[in-house]
């Protein structure tokens, strides 16, 4: 979906101009070594020795100092769980910022605390909270595609902060920035880098283009069994997807009263259990707002908002989601910030981060848990039919290049990281809890 803007930016004239040029991101694919250089690993915390000595069982290359590597770093790890008064987060000047200064092109940046949660002294408390603070900032502060990312350890959740770690070197966390994760004692780290999903079973909704495809084909990547689901008019393109994915299709209209149940029931009858779901689909209507009429209004708060809370209701119930299942609702950064023409839109998707705030502590007691991810503009057919203003206004105020699904056909990684605002790609794989962010990131 190249156009005479992109095709500008990327010209031989354009680079020699010293145009800022996007980055080439690091993403995963089966085979891809964990991390692209050594790894420095530092801090002196109670985790530092453990990670790194299993990073070398990886034949990861790890350091004390940057002037111990060879080459620019590939991620730098700090612990500093063990930090208990304001005046020790020095370390983290000391050994991050040389540390930093010599990061690869999409390099990593891990920091290990304690979770405040689990401490009572005063100063203790406002030490690791500080951590939080400081990652975001180094997040917003680094280029080239690099991430900054904060684990947080309940006890000696060693497995946890192993597991954690991994997914933050790895290139699954290409899109994953300024985030705080917190692991305790019961996070698996026996966890299969490759297939982590194998076994599972997931449902994916409005799987049969655009995000919703590419979610179903990484779901099977991952060695998940997918259920797509999408409408019958679109039977024909769901149909390509599952058989590609090697899963299981049904046209199946989301609004439908007895969604859920015909959800639940496929996937129990086919594949014996049901273990993910993503609540993808997703329509546009645009006007602006003293335009919109009833049907616009209401058919988008119904597919993007009421489909989900129906469906749920069933996928929640007796035989449903299975105790430690994952739920997955995309949102958009249009729920967050807001969108010109796209009032109806906006609405329900803020709607759906509501929805999985309040949902994800209902059902916290099962091991359940609930994320929203917020995508920026992602070219798609159904962004497509947005306006042209509205759309070419979305490309390049907001992002300052489009986002494109990463697995289809089209695999132009030269993307800018789409509004880095709290995506969490693969988080919930081993049990990980991500914290809510706290605002949007802006390129």
Not at 115 to 128: H, I, K, N
Not at 347 to 368: P, Y
Not at 406 to 422: L, M, Y
């Amino acid at each position: 979906m190249s156009d005479l803007f992109s095709t500008i930016l990327s010209s031989p004239v354009a680079k020699r101009a010293g145009v800022p040029q996007p980055t080439r991101l690091r993403r995963f694919e089966p085979g891809m070594p964990l991390c692209e250089g050594p790894v420095l690993v530092a801090g002196g915390g109670r985790f530092a020795d453990g990670v790194a000595f299993w990073l070398g069982s990886r034949g990861v290359a790890t350091v004390r100092t940057p002037s111990d590597a060879s080459d620019k770093l590939g991620a730098v790890v700090l612990d500093l769980s063990a930090a208990v008064d304001p005046a020790e987060l020095d370390q983290l000047r000391l050994l991050g910022a040389p540390a930093v200064k010599a990061l690869k092109r999409n390099g990593r940046v891990v920091v290990i605390g304690t979770d405040p949660a689990t401490l009572s002294d005063v100063a203790e408390v406002a030490t690791q909270r500080a951590l939080e603070g400081a990652v975001r900032s180094i997040g917003k502060e680094l280029r080239a595609g690099a991430t900054a990312n904060l684990v947080l350890a309940q006890g000696n959740a060693s497995d946890g902060v192993r597991s954690a770690v991994e997914f933050f070197l790895s290139g699954r966390s290409a899109y994953v920035d300024g985030q705080i994760v917190r692991v305790d004692e019961s996070t698996s780290g026996e966890v299969d880098a490759v297939r982590p999903l194998t076994g599972k079973v997931a449902v994916v909704t409005g799987a049969a283009r655009g995000i919703g495809a590419d979610i179903a084909r990484v779901l099977s990547r991952d060695g998940a069994t997918v259920v797509a689901v999408d409408v019958p008019a679109a039977g024909d393109a769901l149909a390509v997807v599952a058989n590609e994915v090697k899963g299981t299709a049904l046209q199946l209209d989301v609004t439908a009263e007895d969604a859920g149940r015909r959800i639940v029931e496929h996937a129990t009858t086919r594949h014996g259990h049901l273990d993910i779901v993503v609540h993808n689909a997703g329509i546009t209507r645009d006007r602006l707002f003293v335009n919109l009429d009833e049907d616009r209004w209401r058919s988008v708060i119904d597919v993007n908002l009421r489909s989900i809370l129906r469906m749920n209701e069933a996928i929640l119930g007796e035989g449903g989601l299975g105790d430690g299942g994952r739920m997955v609702c995309v949102a958009s950064i249009a729920g967050i910030a807001g969108n010109r023409g796209q009032v109806n839109y906006g609405a329900s998707k803020a709607g759906v981060i509501g929805l999985v705030t309040a949902l994800s502590r209902q059902v916290a007691d099962r091991g359940i848990t609930v994320n929203a991810v917020a995508p920026g503009f992602i070219e798609t057919e159904m962004t497509a039919r947005i306006p042209f203003a509205t759309r070419e206004i979305g490309r390049r105020m907001k992002l300052a290049a489009a986002g494109r699904p990463a697995q289809g056909r089209r695999r132009d990684r030269r993307v800018v990281r789409p509004a880095r605002h709290g995506c969490r790609h693969g988080a919930g794989r081993a049990g990980l809890r991500p914290e809510p962010a706290r605002g949007v990131r802006r390129p």
